[in-house]
């Protein structure tokens, strides 16, 4: 199976800053990344696709980069609406396994 | 407008099965590809299993010959039917609906079922 290793696993920030969440998967999986937010009690909403595609509706300060066995989420200027939890996930091959998780707080 | 809704969650007894349904509203499911992720109490997203438009099916080792996920497409619902519940497969599951590129991400999310194996 395929692990992905989110770090930081918890960060605390204030509004305004920059945000840069890593994951690194234990073996190439081309771009076949999505980056998920999660608030508490709610299901997780699709940030971004293949590794860098902003999904629509979503707001231009999250950006993804990334290939190979690297990645990153990056929050150019954190918004009070953004303090959830961060998941990313590979779909190139099965199990389609998630990261741990990056809960994001304020400082 | 485009939505899952997941039903049939509950307090099952170790041992016992569930059918766990997501019904889609906007799309039809029998052209995406859909899947279930689960979520323990205080952990992380774990992915459970997956269909394709073809039929073809995958699952995490921990659940198969236990699961069994499949479709309705007269219902236009996906199905989770689970079996031999452990205590281990507490959880909130939620199913999603892929995007249009084979394998891109999931887009759309149900609101979750809990399922509580206990005696």
């Known amino acids: 199976d395929i692990q992905l290793t989110q770090s930081p696993s918890f960060l605390s920030a204030s509004v305004g800053h920059r945000v840069t969440i890593t994951c690194r998967v234990s073996r190439g999986i081309n771009s076949f990344l999505a980056w998920y937010q999660q608030k508490p009690g709610k299901a997780p909403k699709l940030l971004i696709y293949?590794?860098?595609t902003l999904q629509s509706g979503v707001p231009s300060r999250f950006s993804g980069s990334g290939s190979g066995t690297e990645f990153t989420l990056t929050i150019s200027s954190l918004q009070p609406e953004d303090f959830a939890t961060y998941y990313c996930?590979?779909?190139?091959?099965?199990?389609?396994?998630f990261g741990g998780g990056t809960k994001v707080e304020i400082k | 407008e485009v939505q899952l809704v997941e039903s049939g969650g509950g307090l099952i007894q170790p041992g016992g099965s569930l059918r766990l349904s997501c019904t889609a509203s906007g799309f039809n499911v029998s052209i995406s590809y859909m899947t279930w992720v689960r979520q323990a109490p205080g952990k992380g997203l774990e992915w459970v299993s997956i269909?394709?438009?073809?039929?073809?099916?995958y699952y995490i080792d921990s659940v198969k010959g236990r699961f069994t996920i499949s479709r309705d497409n007269s219902k236009n619902t996906l199905y989770l039917q689970i079996n031999s519940l452990r205590a281990e497969d507490t959880a909130v599951y939620y199913c999603?609906?892929?995007?249009?590129?084979?394998?891109?991400?999931?887009?759309?999310w149900g609101q979750g079922t809990m399922v509580t194996v206990s005696s």
């Open positions: 293949a590794a860098s």
């Open positions: 269909l394709y438009s073809a039929g073809i099916t």
């Open positions: 999603a609906r892929g995007r249009e590129r084979l394998n891109d991400a999931f887009d759309i």
């Open positions: 996930q590979q779909l190139n091959s099965y199990p389609l396994t």
